[in-house]
């Protein structure tokens, strides 16, 4: 019987969050049920990918599912991660050889553009909200690159579609429209409360102390008014998504489909 596994692949971070996110996707990956999960992060935390692959090798697994735990695609997709996996040729799905051991090898696609995230953000603004009319601000990162955007605006839109009111979508960098603008446009629709959504996968120095005080809230406070031409509008800041357990759902699928 073929020995499978699944291999989670992280950007990695200075920060432990990013680390700690993996393991605990790991931890619910196992817990449903699935043998053999393995972590591998493209640089900065450890065990890189490279050690991971040669640990794999190691235990003589033969088939591999490689899930990228990225929002969206970039160069670290496209360029840094496929020769780490022994891939060649932009191709996704073959035959690599690892200290002489052989294993077949899947590279799935980054989540962004799964339906089920636009679902999951769904489920997260319905707990979130308490205001009758509640408006919506999705934030990205930003990319020099056009991956970034496509994404976040595809997920805005596809909320819009499932019938949320003033959903709007802004960067922390690189990209426009800034968070400033849009909370601005928000802010003048009338809104009761504006539902902060941002499409991270863990707390790092953007979400900590970038982003709080372009939403006017203060560093440790998620949840507050703010006072706009004398009305009180709550400002709530929801938590990034890579800890969310309906995540896990959407890896498991992502698995059962090449596995």
């Not at 160069?75 to 077949?104: A, F, N, Q």
């Not at 006017?216 to 998620?222: A, E, I, Q, R, S």
């Not at 800041?237 to 800890?243: K, Q, W």
């Amino acid at each position: 019987m073929t020995k499978k596994a699944t291999l989670i692949v992280g950007h990695g971070s200075r920060y432990e969050y990013n680390k700690k996110i993996m393991e605990l996707q790991k931890e619910r990956l196992e817990k449903m049920g699935f043998e053999n999960v393995y972590i591998g992060f493209n640089e900065t935390s450890h065990p890189f990918i490279g050690e991971t692959m040669e640990q794999m090798a190691a235990d003589g697994i033969e088939e591999v599912v490689a899930i990228p735990f990225f929002i969206a695609s970039g160069l670290h997709m496209t360029r840094d991660i496929p020769p780490k996996l022994g891939l060649k040729d932009d191709c996704k799905d073959m035959v690599v050889s690892v200290d002489g051991h052989e294993m077949m090898m899947h590279f799935g696609e980054p989540f962004g553009e799964d339906p089920l995230l636009a679902k999951i953000l769904g489920e997260k603004i319905d707990e979130a909200k308490k205001c009758k009319r509640a408006g919506v601000l999705v934030i990205g990162h930003g990319s020099k690159l056009h991956y970034n955007k496509d994404i976040i605006s595809l997920n805005a839109k596809r909320l819009t579609d499932m019938g949320y009111d003033d959903v709007l979508y802004a960067f922390n960098e690189f990209n426009e429209p800034t968070i400033e603008d849009v909370l601005e446009e928000l802010l003048s629709r009338g809104v009761d409360e504006v539902l902060v959504l941002p499409l991270f996968i863990s707390l790092g120095d953007h979400l900590k102390n970038d982003i709080p005080p372009k939403i006017h809230l203060v560093d440790g406070v998620n949840d507050d008014t703010y006072d706009y031409n004398g009305k009180k509008v709550r400002i709530c800041y929801l938590s990034p998504i890579g800890d969310d357990p309906r995540l896990t759902d959407l890896f498991a699928e992502k698995v059962k489909k090449y596995l």
